[in-house]
């Protein structure tokens, strides 16, 4: 019989759809204040045993306080914190099976890597033979055989990032926690861990809980994400329903590029939609929209590789518009167009194009007329 791939099984995996899943961790109602500043409002979250869960949002958004809160180095004001049913919210973080893996790696400079890794085991006491197993176990999981002997100034920033894992995951926590992980590590790199982390996580079937302002970061490697703004969970969902379907403009803004149509409700039949926007004259969107009614006021938001261009007017009636080329970047794998419509006082829209080819016959250019096209599909109703 064929083994499951780890994509099938990840997939697969959704017990937070299943009524009868027992969370692991559970916040309810867990509110943190910092002097006069609310940094966590009311937050009530579950995650679920071998998730890999991922708190996304800017820079003071709350995120690092709601992880800082689970790993015990902060008190909620208010609410509870439940780990596999029991409440920790008082419990210190030295006695809670969570281990955390921090951003600067804290890694002892006068330790070799196996010592590092073996640290909290000594700590505790364990046997000698079972340190000695251990720490080999995690040095392979890591791919970092033969380097147990080395001190963490010999190592390259990804291999240091990998002790680190290593040492937080030798204890055999119920959680780990990641701040920023790969906040340290170059592009190439961070692409490639992402992928090594995801595949160790599978492995060891360990819940993990990542912390990162790297949109990208988070879809590669969560089974769910949750976006935060101002101390509140804005949205929970698998990445793509966050990327396809976001609840708002915050959260559409801040997950991937987007265009963003302003205009009011023209008719709604069924599931098509009609809105008279200034600029783009009517957009028809396939969208469920019950609560929609004609007059009402609605944002469209376009993703850009939504869109096509051309500089053909499409045979299509709707959900087009005419516009000027005022920028191209061309990124290697893609090239992103910046089109203004509307004239001069109009608005830049993006549209993103995949290179395909090394050549195009008719190429693009800097103030080239051209349409924009797309599918009713394609555009998302927003809250103004």
């Known amino acids: 019989m064929r083994k499951a791939s780890p994509g099938s099984v990840r997939r697969a995996f959704q017990p937070w759809n299943d009524p009868a899943a027992q969370p692991l961790v559970e916040f309810r109602a867990v509110t943190k204040r910092f002097g006069g500043v609310t940094?966590?409002?009311?937050?009530?979250?579950?995650?679920?045993?071998?998730?890999?869960?991922?708190?996304?949002?800017?820079s003071g958004c709350g995120k690092t306080t709601l992880m800082r809160m689970l790993a015990g180095f902060e008190t909620p004001d208010e609410g509870q914190i439940l780990l596999d049913g029991v409440d920790i919210t008082a419990v210190p973080p030295h006695l809670r099976p969570v281990?955390?893996?921090?951003?600067?790696?804290?890694?002892?400079?006068?330790?070799?890597?196996?010592?590092?890794?073996?640290?909290g085991l000594k700590r505790e006491g364990l046997?000698?033979?079972?340190?000695?197993?251990?720490?080999?176990?995690?040095?392979?999981?890591?791919?970092?055989?033969?380097?147990?002997?080395?001190?963490?100034?010999?190592?390259s920033g990804g291999q240091r990032q990998r002790v680190a894992l290593a040492r937080a995951l030798a204890k055999?926590?119920?959680?780990?926690?990641?701040?920023e992980p790969m906040a340290a590590l170059d592009r190439k790199l961070r692409e490639a861990t992402q992928f090594e982390l995801m595949d160790i996580q599978s492995e060891l079937g360990t819940t993990f809980m990542v912390v990162t302002h790297d949109q990208d970061e988070a879809m590669t490697m969560a089974d769910r994400m949750a976006v935060m703004d101002h101390g509140r969970l804005v949205q929970i969902?698998?990445?793509?329903?966050?990327?396809?379907?976001?609840?708002?403009?915050?959260?559409?803004?801040?997950?991937?590029?987007?265009?963003?149509?302003?205009?009011?409700?023209?008719?709604?039949?069924?599931?098509?939609?009609?809105?008279?926007?200034?600029?783009?004259?009517?957009?028809?969107l396939d969208e469920e929209a019950p609560a929609l009614s004609p007059g009402a006021p609605v944002l469209v938001?376009?993703?850009?590789?939504?869109?096509?261009?051309?500089?053909?007017e499409p045979a299509q009636?709707?959900?087009?518009?005419?516009?000027?080329?005022?920028?191209?970047?061309?990124?290697?794998?893609?090239?992103?167009?910046?089109?203004?419509i509307g004239g001069d006082d109009g608005q830049l829209l993006k549209v993103s194009l995949t290179n395909r080819s090394r050549r195009i016959e008719r190429?693009?250019?800097?103030?080239?007329?051209?349409?924009?096209?797309?599918?009713?599909?394609?555009g998302l109703v927003l809250k103004p």
Do not use: C
């Not at 055999?172 to 701040?179: A, I, Y």
């Not at 190429?363 to 394609?378: H, I, K």
């Open 39 to 58: 940094a966590v409002a009311d937050v009530s979250l579950s995650l679920y045993p071998r998730e890999f869960f991922a708190l996304l949002g800017p």
């Open 99 to 119: 281990n955390m893996m921090f951003q600067s790696y804290a890694l002892f400079p006068h330790l070799s890597v196996a010592d590092n890794i073996g640290y």
């Open 127 to 155: 046997p000698r033979a079972e340190i000695d197993r251990r720490m080999a176990e995690m040095l392979a999981l890591v791919k970092l055989d033969g380097l147990g002997k080395r001190r963490p100034d010999q190592l």
């Open 172 to 179: 055999r926590p119920k959680l780990l926690l990641l701040d």
């Open 237 to 284: 969902a698998p990445p793509d329903v966050i990327y396809e379907a976001p609840v708002s403009r915050h959260v559409a803004e801040f997950v991937g590029d987007i265009n963003i149509l302003e205009g009011r409700v023209e008719s709604v039949e069924g599931d098509l939609v009609s809105v008279m926007t200034p600029l783009a004259g009517i957009v028809e």
């Open 301 to 312: 938001g376009l993703r850009p590789e939504k869109i096509a261009l051309s500089h053909d």
């Open 317 to 340: 009636g709707t959900n087009k518009v005419r516009g000027e080329i005022w920028d191209i970047g061309y990124l290697g794998d893609m090239t992103m167009v910046q089109v203004m």
């Open 363 to 378: 190429p693009f250019a800097w103030e080239d007329a051209v349409w924009l096209s797309w599918d009713v599909e394609a």
